[in-house]
């Protein structure tokens, strides 16, 4: 059984940063990421990295300020985030066995990036 735990959410301050982690049992190997879902909007892919660990992509809102890595040794990955805004407050989403490659194969947009295995979410609340 897959199971992912967050945690590292909380509240900052615009400018502040943050360290989310996410610890994933059951399936080791995966391509990993982080989504995030504000009040009244839809879900969106934040960062991705690819099962080898070498390859990550960002959404546009969040190059430069946020960094995804993945320690093997403890089946985590974590999300650096930097000099956060008030629009990154949200529930964010650890996601596990994603479908990048279907998507790059197909021509997909970044908006069609899913995955199959999710955490319960961890807020995170910039106030400016």
């Known amino acids: 059984q897959v199971q992912l735990v967050e945690s590292g959410g909380g509240s900052v301050q615009a400018g502040g940063s943050l360290r989310l982690s996410c610890a994933v049992s059951?399936?080791?190997?995966?391509?990993l990421g982080w989504f995030r879902q504000a009040p009244g909007k839809e879900r969106e892919g934040v960062a991705f990295?690819?099962?080898?660990?070498?390859?990550?992509i960002y959404a546009d809102s969040v190059q430069g300020r946020f960094t995804i890595s993945r320690d093997r040794a403890k089946n985590t990955v974590a999300l650096r985030m930097n000099s956060l805004k008030p629009e990154d407050t949200a529930m964010y989403y650890c996601?596990?066995?994603?479908?990048?490659?279907?998507?790059?194969?197909?021509?997909?947009?970044?908006?069609?990036?899913?995955?199959?295995?999710w955490g319960q979410g961890t807020q995170v609340t910039v106030s400016s």
């Open positions: 990295i690819y099962t080898d660990g070498g390859h990550t």
């Open positions: 059951g399936y080791t190997r995966s391509s």
């Open positions: 996601a596990a066995d994603l479908n990048l490659a279907d998507v790059q194969r197909r021509g997909g947009t970044w908006s069609d990036i899913s995955a199959n295995y």
